[in-house]
């Protein structure tokens, strides 16, 4: 198996796309990305735009070498209905529309359809679900919030094996919740991908407890898994600090032979974190 980032927050801009490659199946999994639409008072910089729009390009070209997409919600860093004609011929594995999902979620959703109807595509709601494709196996857990509460919606898990493990947790902003982490746990992979906490709204939208409870479970999936990468990033990569804000989790997983780095460093690269950096880019113009 060769798991490929496409798009994070630690490689410019948001959104959690991953590229799955196996022998004989390919799936993409959250193909979108977008952008914070302020940050410190601010708009998107030009080099976030510019840097999106690269990294929509490197989506499109792996869902077209694609067998299988998955959409694990309907927040534009994780779908994108404009893009709809590319899942043309595609298995789409979705999250389920109408159950355990927010107002919001299921308006865009209901759009998303519409598009998709007109299209030749073969379409599975996946919440909790079991599939064998070819050479792999995938299991996608029951819908868990999106964060702290159901307030942004529910999410599903994915968990991919080919005798090689892996698991992508999406939007569970930690994990916060046991009931996030069960998945994770369950599913022992070698490599997981996690949305980490959203330290960079510590205070305001996430609590010094979902924090607390966040670090509490990373440890937990270190001690309690076979896991040898662990890619937390996303909500986490917004915040400059992140390193230090997940000491505990690194320290952990050194103890334990994990890595835990960010989506970058999983590919060998630097981090660009350009939202968390959008205030000095613009005092740079200046």
Request: charged share 25%; glycine share 6%; hydrophobic share 35%.
């Given at each position: 198996m060769e798991i490929i980032p496409l798009a994070f927050d630690s490689l410019g801009a948001r959104s959690m796309c991953t590229f799955v490659k196996t022998k004989n199946v390919n799936v993409v999994i959250d193909p979108s990305v977008a952008l914070g639409p302020r940050r410190y008072g601010l708009p998107p910089h030009e080099l976030e735009i510019r840097k999106m729009a690269e990294l929509m390009?490197?989506?499109?070209?792996?869902?077209?070498?694609?067998?299988?997409?998955?959409?694990?919600?309907?927040?534009?860093?994780?779908?994108?209905?404009?893009?709809?004609?590319?899942?043309?011929?595609?298995?789409?594995?979705?999250?389920?529309?109408?159950?355990?999902?927010?107002?919001?979620?299921?308006?865009?959703?209901?759009?998303?359809?519409e598009r998709l109807n007109e299209l030749d595509v073969d379409i599975d709601f996946a919440d909790g679900k079991s599939y064998e494709f070819d050479d792999i196996h995938i299991s996608i857990s029951k819908p868990v919030f999106h964060g702290a509460n159901?307030?942004?919606?529910?999410?599903?898990?994915?968990?991919?094996?080919?005798?090689?493990?892996?698991?992508?947790?999406?939007?569970?902003?930690?994990?916060?919740?046991?009931?996030?982490?069960?998945?994770?746990?369950?599913?022992?992979a070698e490599t997981v991908f996690i949305d980490g906490p959203m330290t960079y709204m510590l205070g305001y939208r996430?609590?010094?407890?979902?924090?607390?409870?966040?670090?509490?479970?990373?440890?937990e999936l270190i001690d309690k898994t076979d896991a040898k990468t662990i890619v937390v990033d996303h909500h986490l990569t917004r915040d400059i600090y992140y390193k230090d804000r997940i000491k505990e989790v690194i320290?952990?997983?050194?103890?334990?032979?994990?890595?835990?780095?960010?989506?970058?460093e999983f590919l060998g690269r630097k981090d660009l974190l350009l939202e968390a950096r959008r205030k000095e880019l613009y005092s740079k113009e200046r």
């Open positions: 390009d490197e989506i499109r070209r792996s869902i077209e070498i694609s067998d299988i997409v998955i959409i694990t919600h309907y927040h534009y860093d994780h779908h994108n209905p404009d893009d709809a004609d590319l899942l043309r011929g595609k298995k789409l594995l979705l999250k389920h529309p109408k159950n355990q999902i927010n107002r919001s979620q299921m308006e865009r959703a209901a759009y998303f359809l159901p307030r942004l919606g529910y999410v599903i898990e994915v968990f991919i094996d080919d005798g090689d493990t892996f698991t992508f947790s999406s939007d569970v902003e930690g994990p916060i919740h046991k009931e996030q982490l069960e998945f994770l746990i369950a599913s022992n996430f609590s010094a407890k979902s924090m607390d409870s966040s670090i509490n479970n990373l440890i320290q952990r997983g050194e103890g334990a032979g994990a890595k835990v780095i960010s989506a970058a």
